[in-house]
């Protein structure tokens, strides 16, 4: 049945656990929608029928409506489209908030090809590998312009902006080769920007890890027993461990749970922190960037604001290196275990 | 060529013939014949002349955009390259969208109709400011030579939407073509600014608020939002061309700078534009109902409220094409629910339309055949609208086909259709002239056809998954790619059918006499073409609301 409906829509396959959500309700609101022009297209026709003109001077009656008539006339759309939108924002909801035990990988835009890096893993561009019946959490930035990230299959999409992060998630429901498109108008090949999200069977996939980080080994192995200057592909972690010594930031903020002139990055990531302002938010990836890009944006309580901003020092993937490296300090007391339902916050 | 339908009136120069029956007024010489000199035209400062000259540019820019559209379906026969580079291409999209809406589809109804129509049927003389209504016209022309100055000199490719740090990036000439839209933005406030004094102090006397034709109503909405809106469109383009030019960095994240911002920014604006556009176009539709089937407007306070309605949410709607742009959930939740007020407010009025044809006297004419058109685009078009703003359905769709193909659906086609059907109710008012029937009616049917055939497979385009602005695409898309081009050039076809009878008609149709369609809409009760002043003789008086076609009482005489 809603494989004819697809068919006769031209929806793409049915991929993620999201599509099933949004298919159906496409149905519902393209259904009425359907209806609703035909019904006025209809009885527009039968009125230009039934009164036609006979003489051409007729007088007409001179009809108003009651106010009930002009009630229904408001009410019974705005029911619908009420009705639409609880739908709707409910599942957007869902899909704005990630389960907590969803596995990250970071996206990045770039004129014009996709780069995906995963914390603990490999790189790679415009092929995206993904297990099957898990959720996967996509970190989006841009390293030059704007950049959407659409996968039709899966239903997702969002935008990628240089210097902040945006997040999404899908859960992919079988194995197979989905494509990616750019839908934000990018420049000259932004009709290219495509790339391929491969979905597969848990196994597999882990299979696969195993293959890439022999691969990574082998490679650094490489290196050192060769003599050239050619750096190792080093992680993320690591990467950033180097980037926080370089770039000043441990001048300011320590590593070890001592406060400094900043914030310790020891079990920062996760942590609530209070605001100067009153509120509290919680530490999550987009706030990280935002306190390195913006760092004044929100200010936590018993510090100054004397942080530089690292707008347009920190290339994209740099930001998401030290925020990896930030990740992996973690206290004791940061849960491991999977959630039941949405933790994070939406970004921003 | 066209044979007109009665060719007598031959030679029978419009304002000298009597056919409407009423005395002639033969020493008050119509506004066409009155001054024919190049200078009394460009220097003219009364609004009949300003709407035509304004109507003339219109056309000219819809046949220019007409071209790019077209040149951009030919592309997309073809999943690869098919007659142009992808360079040619993003500037033929780019150039094809600021001409129609800057150029076209903004100033189309309100400047020519509006000029033209609101001061006859407000029973005055003139607009309130004629020589800044003058002024508008030209700073519009500025504005548009500027444009296309730019758009020869380097052209862009930023779409029309000028999406940051894009446009602040790329190598194109965006600067002058900006700064264009920004000389333009003033013609639209002085435009809007004229027509609210107008409505406010010059209405003749009988002419109460609730007395106003619906049209008159709809362009007084419209003008709220161009002079409340357009000064931040005027701004951000402003501060665009500063961003490109000076490296301000209000925009670009490299220099601490914010491209979210500048969408709030041009959404704030740019939303409401849609309804600069099709408000107009509503109010036109109210007055061609009602004179067609000869019916009082069924709920005429709501039609007349529901247009404020619309102006004030419209304001408020803007985030709605930021959903996926790392704007929050609440937010797009609070957008969401707006977004659905202005489905509402545009319900009212599509009952009240279809309630206004029952117990009508319906002559079935080809502005009627528009108005047909018109309700199947704008109920269609609009609820694809609400289908957007329901934002989960908005994270596939956005920034796909489905989006060009609902905004060409309710933007384009309601604008259009409105603009076509106002084109050929007032013809005869305007010229003095008739176009032929047939010929009418076929190209109307034509072009309702061929819309539908254009846009229609961009729907499915959408869905399927096909983004807009795409130079290649794969093959996937092609066979409702080539549907839809074939639909365009049916589209087009019915424009060229348009032109000829139109233009044959404007020098050899029959004369139509005052009021042909024997409308009661106040305009119809000055001559046609009416003579300079508008109105000969002592200030006209309004006793009836508009479009009442009630018969009248025994002992009142009354003509038509
Ligand atoms: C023959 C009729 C038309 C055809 C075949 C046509 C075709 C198209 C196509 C294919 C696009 C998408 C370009 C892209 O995103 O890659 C487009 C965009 C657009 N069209 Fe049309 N169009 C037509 C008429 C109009 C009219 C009459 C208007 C306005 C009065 C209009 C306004 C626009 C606008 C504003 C855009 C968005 C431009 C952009 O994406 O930057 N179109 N049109
Ligand atoms: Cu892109």
């Known amino acids: 049945m809603s494989d004819i409906a697809n068919k006769i829509l031209f929806l793409p396959e049915r991929a993620s656990t999201f599509a099933e959500r949004v298919d159906v309700l496409h149905y519902f609101v393209v259904g009425t929608t359907m209806v609703m022009s035909a019904g006025v297209g209809l009885a527009a026709l039968f009125f230009f029928f039934r009164f036609r003109r006979r003489v051409p001077n007729q007088t007409t009656e001179y009809v108003v409506p009651d106010l009930k008539t002009e009630f229904l006339f408001v009410s019974v759309p705005l029911v619908f489209f009420l009705v639409w939108f609880a739908i709707g924002f409910r599942d957007f909801t869902w899909v704005t908030t990630p389960p907590k035990d969803a596995m990250d990988v970071y996206v990045m835009g770039k004129q014009w090809m996709w780069k995906f890096a995963y914390p603990e893993g490999p790189n790679g561009v415009n ?105 190792p592909v080093a992680r993320m972690a690591e990467q950033g461990e180097k980037l926080t010594a370089t770039q000043g930031c441990l001048k300011c903020h320590t590593v070890d749970g001592a406060p400094h002139v900043g914030p310790t990055f020891l079990g920062m990531y996760d942590r609530q922190e209070k605001l100067a302002d009153g509120q509290t938010i919680r530490v999550d990836e987009a706030y990280i960037t935002q306190s390195m890009m913006d760092p004044g944006a929100h200010l936590v309580v018993g510090y100054q604001n004397v942080m530089p901003t690292y707008q347009g020092k920190l290339q994209g993937p740099e930001t998401a290196a030290i925020v990896e490296y930030i990740k992996t300090l973690r206290t004791a007391n940061v849960r491991e275990v999977s959630s039941e339902g949405p933790a994070y916050d939406p970004i921003q | 060529m066209t044979p007109s339908s009665s060719p007598t009136a031959e030679g029978v120069l419009p304002g000298h013939d009597d056919a409407g029956g009423h005395d002639g007024h033969h020493h008050h010489p119509n506004y066409l014949v009155d001054g024919t000199t190049v200078k009394s035209w460009l220097l003219t400062i009364d609004h009949k002349r300003i709407g035509l000259m304004f109507l003339a540019s219109v056309l000219f820019f819809f046949l ?69 209504n003058l002024a508008s016209f030209y700073i519009y022309v500025t504005g548009a030579l500027l444009m296309i100055w730019g758009m020869l000199n380097g052209g862009l490719d930023t779409g029309w939407t000028f999406y940051t740090p894009y446009s602040t990036h790329t190598t194109t000439t965006v600067a002058p073509v900006l700064f264009g839209a920004f000389v333009i933005g003033f013609s639209s406030i002085a435009t809007g600014l004229n027509f609210i004094v107008t409505v406010h102090t010059m209405r003749a006397p009988g002419i109460t608020w609730f007395k106003l034709p619906l049209f008159v109503w709809a362009i007084y909405a419209t003008s709220c939002i161009q002079v409340l809106a357009t000064p931040v469109i005027g701004l951000l383009t402003l501060l665009v061309v500063g961003e490109n030019l000076f490296s301000f960095g209000l925009f670009d994240p490299a220099r601490g700078g914010d491209p979210v911002l500048f969408q709030h920014l041009f959404w704030f604006y740019s939303h409401p534009a849609v309804y600069i556009m099709v408000l107009p176009a509503f109010g036109v539709m109210s007055e061609v109902v009602a004179a067609f089937s000869r019916k009082n407007i069924f709920g005429y306070r709501a039609v007349a409220y529901s247009s404020l309605g619309i102006a004030f949410v419209g304001f408020f709607a803007w985030g709605h094409h930021m959903f996926v742009s790392g704007q929050s959930t609440f937010d797009a939740g609070i957008f969401g629910v707006l977004t659905m007020l202005v489905g509402v407010f545009t319900a009212i009025k599509v009952f009240n339309w279809v309630g206004t044809v029952y117990k009508g006297a319906v002559d079935f004419r080809t502005p009627f055949a528009y108005f047909c058109g018109f309700l199947f685009f704008t109920v269609f078009g609009g609820m694809t609208g609400i289908a957007v703003g329901t934002v989960s359905l908005d994270m596939p769709w956005h920034d796909t086909y489905f989006v060009v193909a609902h905004f060409h659906f309710i933007m384009v086609g309601a604008t259009l259709m409105a603009f076509l059907a106002a084109f050929h109710y007032w013809f005869p008012k305007m010229f003095g002239r008739m176009y032929h029937e047939g010929w009418g009616l076929v190209s109307a049917a034509l072009i309702i056809l061929g819309f539908n055939a254009t846009f229609i497979p961009q729907f499915l385009l959408g869905n399927y998954g096909m983004p807009r602005r795409y130079y290649e695409y794969p093959a996937r898309f092609q066979a409702l790619n080539v549907a839809s081009t074939a639909g365009a050039t049916l589209l087009a076809f019915g424009f060229v059918i348009v032109a000829i009878y139109l233009t044959y008609a404007l020098f050899y149709g029959r004369a139509s006499g005052k009021n042909p369609w024997r409308s009661k809409g106040y305009e119809w009760l000055s001559e046609s073409p009416p003579p300079t002043h508008n109105f000969v003789g002592p200030q006209p008086t309004f006793p009836e609301e508009p479009h009442y076609y009630v018969a009248p009482k025994k002992d009142e005489v009354k003509d038509v």
């Open chain 1, 127 to 231: 092929v995206l590998h993904v297990p099957a019946n898990r959720p996967v959490r996509l970190l989006i930035t841009s390293r030059d312009v704007l950049h959407s990230f659409y996968v039709p299959a899966f239903r997702i999409k969002m935008d990628a902006l240089p210097g902040r992060y945006t997040q999404v998630w899908f859960e992919a429901t079988k194995p197979g080769t989905y494509q990616v498109l750019c839908t934000e108008y990018c420049g000259l090949s932004h009709s290219k920007m495509l790339a391929e999200v491969v979905v597969l069977a848990p196994e597999d996939f882990e299979e696969w890890l195993k293959e890439q980080q022999r691969g990574r080994l082998q490679g650094r192995q490489d290196a050192l027993a060769d003599t050239s200057l050619v750096p």
């Open chain 2, 64 to 132: 220019i955009g007409g071209v790019f559209a077209l040149a951009v379906r030919v592309e997309l026969l073809t999943p690869g390259p098919t007659v142009m580079d992808a360079m040619t291409y993003n500037r033929a999209f780019t150039l094809h969208g600021l001409i129609m809406i800057f150029l076209f589809m903004i100033p189309a109804i309100p400047a020519a109709f509006g000029n033209f129509m609101l001061p006859l049927m407000l029973g005055a003389k003139d607009v309130a400011f004629p020589r800044l």
